[in-house]
């Protein structure tokens, strides 16, 4: 016979009871007295859901399922990331980004800084003109 986990409308006790099947739907009532059926909780084992198919980012192959997932992570060295991890990594690579960012700003004022009047000069005019710049990382 399965458990089913109950919460009296009452007085708010949980408790468990041992009903066949059959007796599923029948009222259930709390050991308080009250006249008030109980609620059914929802209890049950931990179920894994399967995952999602998805396309391996290292050889375009399609993955199914959670045993392919692990076959296909053990096969490149990889792993699943732990929790706060990829928010660590986002972070690290903002901080990066700023230092990158700031270094470019001093190299490009040193430039400019260096540059003999002339330079300075025409430098301003192709602003004016509209000329952009795109930084390229490699």
Same mark, same amino acid.
């Given at each position: 016979?399965?458990?089913?986990?109950?919460? *009296?409308?009452t *007085?708010? %006790?949980?408790?468990?009871?041992?009903?066949?099947?059959?007796?599923?739907d029948?009222?259930?009532?709390?050991? *308080?007295? @009250?006249? =008030?059926?109980?609620?059914?909780?929802?209890?049950?084992?931990?179920?894994?859901?399967?995952?999602?198919?998805?396309?391996?980012? =290292?050889?375009? %192959?399609?993955?199914?399922?959670?045993?392919?997932?692990?076959?296909?992570?053990?096969?490149?060295? *990889?792993?699943?990331?732990?929790?706060?991890e990829?928010?660590d990594?986002?972070?690290?690579?903002?901080?990066?980004e700023?230092?990158?960012? @700031? @270094?470019?700003?001093?190299?490009?004022?040193?430039?400019?800084?260096h540059?003999?009047?002339?330079?300075?000069t025409r430098?301003?005019?192709?602003v004016?003109?509209? =000329?952009?710049?795109? =930084?390229?990382r490699?």
């Amino acid at each position: 016979m399965p458990v089913y986990v109950y919460r *009296c409308a009452t *007085c708010s %006790k949980k408790f468990e009871r041992f009903l066949p099947l059959a007796e599923y739907d029948k009222p259930t009532f709390c050991a *308080c007295g @009250s006249e =008030v059926p109980a609620t059914k909780q929802l209890q049950a084992p931990m179920i894994r859901g399967d995952y999602a198919d998805y396309t391996c980012p =290292v050889t375009g %192959k399609l993955i199914s399922g959670r045993r392919a997932h692990e076959e296909n992570l053990k096969r490149h060295g *990889c792993r699943v990331l732990e929790s706060g991890e990829r928010e660590d990594m986002l972070r690290r690579k903002a901080r990066e980004e700023q230092v990158f960012d @700031s @270094s470019l700003d001093s190299t490009i004022e040193e430039t400019i800084y260096h540059m003999t009047p002339e330079q300075k000069t025409r430098l301003a005019n192709e602003v004016e003109a509209g =000329v952009t710049a795109t =930084v390229v990382r490699g």
